[in-house]
Structures are given as structure tokens and as C-alpha cells.
């Protein structure tokens, strides 16, 4: 079974730093495209960034402070995000899914491979 676990979340000032994990099991990471995207209360499901076989993107509104990496070997990818600031505080979920990163982070969550549960960022002075 595909799994998908969230951690890393939590608050922080505005300008300063997180690193959210998601730890995966039951396939193979790098065969799968990863995402990680964003929901608060009210609001759209917003794509953040993804890592795919060979590319990763990134939402404009993040480009320059979040990257996104993956190490095979702990079955983990994560999103480092600096300079964060009060629009960023949002539920952060990871997603995957066999097909593109374009596809991870445009489909409702439901028809994709797996989703996790989120983790909760707050930048808040």
C-alpha cells in the first residue's frame, strides 16, 4: 500500500526557515513524480513545487525560496523553504502519482496515486 507521511511543519517567524519532510512507502520513489501542495481554510488547493524523473518546478510565488530535493535512500522528499512569510502559512500536504509533475499538481488530490495528511506551517510574529 502506497503511504505517504508529513512531518516538519510547524511556526515561525516571518523571514525565517522550515524544512517539511515526506517519507514515502510501499513503491519505489523515483519512480513516481512527488508534489507538494497547499490548502488553507477557504482557499483553492494551490501546487507548490514537485519533483519529478529528471525535472522539478515551482510555483512562481516560491521560486528563489522554496527547493525541492529527494534522497532515495531514506525514501524521502523534502521542501526547504526560506524567507518565509504570512501568505505561506497554509496545511502542507505531499502527493504522488506515475504520471508528470504537471499532472501532481493540477488533479484534485483524490484521482491521484496517494496523498499524505499534512503538516501545518505558521509564519506569524
Known amino acids: 500500500q502506497m503511504r505517504l507521511a508529513e512531518s516538519g511543519g510547524g511556526l515561525v517567524q516571518p523571514g525565517g526557515s522550515l524544512t517539511l519532510s515526506c517519507v514515502v512507502s510501499g513503491f519505489t520513489l523515483e519512480d513516481f513524480s512527488i508534489g507538494w501542495y497547499r490548502k488553507a481554510p477557504g482557499k483553492e488547493r494551490e501546487g507548490v513545487s514537485c519533483?519529478?524523473?529528471?525535472?522539478?518546478v515551482y510555483r512562481d510565488s516560491v521560486k528563489g525560496r522554496f527547493t525541492i530535493s529527494r534522497d532515495a535512500a531514506k525514501s524521502t522528499v523534502y521542501l526547504r523553504m526560506d524567507n518565509l512569510q504570512p501568505e505561506d502559512t497554509e496545511e502542507y500536504y505531499c502527493?504522488?502519482?506515475?504520471?508528470?509533475?504537471?499532472?501532481?499538481?493540477?488533479?484534485?488530490?483524490?484521482?491521484?496515486?496517494?496523498w499524505g495528511q499534512g503538516t501545518l506551517v505558521t509564519v506569524s510574529s
Open positions: 502527493a504522488t502519482d506515475v504520471g508528470p509533475c504537471a499532472r501532481v499538481l493540477t488533479t484534485p488530490v483524490e484521482e491521484l496515486d496517494a
Open positions: 519533483i519529478g524523473k529528471t525535472t522539478s
